[in-house]
C-alpha cells in the first residue's frame, strides 16, 4: 500500500549507458516531480508534471527526459550517464491540479508526499 | 543560489528537552513553509506546515514559527524522543505553484 514508490532503489551503472527509474503513486494526485538530492544534500526539483503535461523543467541538462504515460506514472530517462548525475534522486507527488499558474488553492493541495529514493552511483 | 537556508547541519539533544530548528530564506515572496522529516534511506515525510498569514502553527509536539519581518522560521520539538531523530529539511513556496525550494537539512539526534 505504497503511497509513492520508485524503482530500482539503488542503481549501479558505467558512465555513457542509459538508464530509467520509474515512479508511481496511488494517491489518485494530480501533479508529480523529481527532485535530485546531490552530495552536499541539497534537494533540488528538476521536473514537475500535472496531468502528464510538463509543467516545470529547470536547468537540467537534455540527457534527461521526464516521460508521464498517466497521471499516476512519472519515469525519468537518462542518457549518456556521467559521473556527476551520482546522486539521490526522489519522486514526490501532490494533489494540487495546479496548470502552471496562480497558487494552490489549498494546503493539502501542495502538500509533496515522497517516494523512497533511487541511489544512483555513476563508475 | 540558494534561497533556503538551514546554517546548522546537526543538533544533539537529550530526550525529554526541547528540539529547535532553524531556517532561513532569502525570497520576500515565499509565503507558504514546511517542514519534512527524513529518515535514512527513506523519502522526505511532511511534518508540519505555516502559511505567511499566520506566525505561529501547532501539532501535537511540533510547532512552526515563523517571523517575515527577520525571514526566519523555526521547528520547536517539545518534549524530543529518540524516535525524532532524523534529518529535518525545511521548503518554501512562492505561491506560483507546487515548486518549492529546500534547505540542505539539519540532522538532529535525541540522547536517551
Known amino acids: 500500500d505504497t503511497a509513492v514508490s520508485q524503482t530500482p532503489k539503488y542503481l549501479v551503472t558505467q558512465m555513457g549507458n542509459d538508464k530509467s527509474i520509474k515512479c508511481e503513486q496511488n494517491?489518485?494526485?494530480?501533479?508529480m516531480y523529481w527532485y535530485k538530492q546531490d552530495s552536499k544534500k541539497f534537494l533540488k526539483i528538476m521536473f514537475s508534471?500535472?496531468?502528464?503535461?510538463?509543467?516545470i523543467n529547470e536547468t537540467v541538462p537534455n540527457r534527461f527526459s521526464p516521460k508521464s504515460p498517466d497521471k499516476a506514472h512519472l519515469n525519468l530517462h537518462i542518457n549518456s550517464l556521467e559521473l556527476g548525475d551520482s546522486a539521490v534522486y526522489f519522486c514526490?507527488?501532490?494533489?494540487?491540479?495546479?496548470?502552471?499558474?496562480?497558487?494552490?488553492?489549498?494546503?493539502?493541495?501542495?502538500?509533496?508526499?515522497f517516494g523512497p529514493g533511487t541511489r544512483l552511483l555513476v563508475l | 543560489d540558494q534561497q533556503v537556508k538551514q546554517n546548522s547541519p546537526s543538533l544533539s539533544v537529550q530526550e525529554g528537552r526541547i528540539s529547535i530548528l532553524n531556517c532561513d530564506y532569502t525570497?520576500?515572496?515565499?509565503?507558504?513553509f514546511l517542514w519534512y522529516k527524513k529518515y535514512p534511506a527513506e523519502g522526505p515525510t511532511f511534518l508540519i506546515s505555516?502559511?505567511?498569514?499566520?506566525d505561529k502553527n501547532e501539532d501535537g509536539r511540533f510547532t512552526v514559527f515563523l517571523n517575515k519581518s527577520a525571514k526566519h522560521l523555526s521547528l520547536h520539538i517539545v518534549p524530543s524522543q529518540p524516535g525524532d531523530s532524523a534529518v529535518y529539511f525545511c521548503?518554501?513556496?512562492?505561491?506560483?505553484?507546487?515548486?518549492?525550494?529546500f534547505g540542505t537539512g539539519t540532522s538532529l539526534t535525541v540522547i536517551p
Open positions: 514526490a507527488s501532490s494533489q494540487g491540479a495546479w496548470a502552471g499558474q496562480g497558487a494552490p488553492t489549498s494546503s493539502v493541495e501542495e502538500t509533496q508526499y
Open positions: 494517491l489518485g494526485h494530480d501533479t
Open positions: 508534471y500535472n496531468n502528464k503535461e510538463l509543467i
Open positions: 525570497n520576500s515572496m515565499f509565503d507558504y
Open positions: 505555516i502559511s505567511s498569514i499566520k
Open positions: 521548503a518554501a513556496s512562492a505561491g506560483t505553484g507546487n515548486q518549492f525550494y
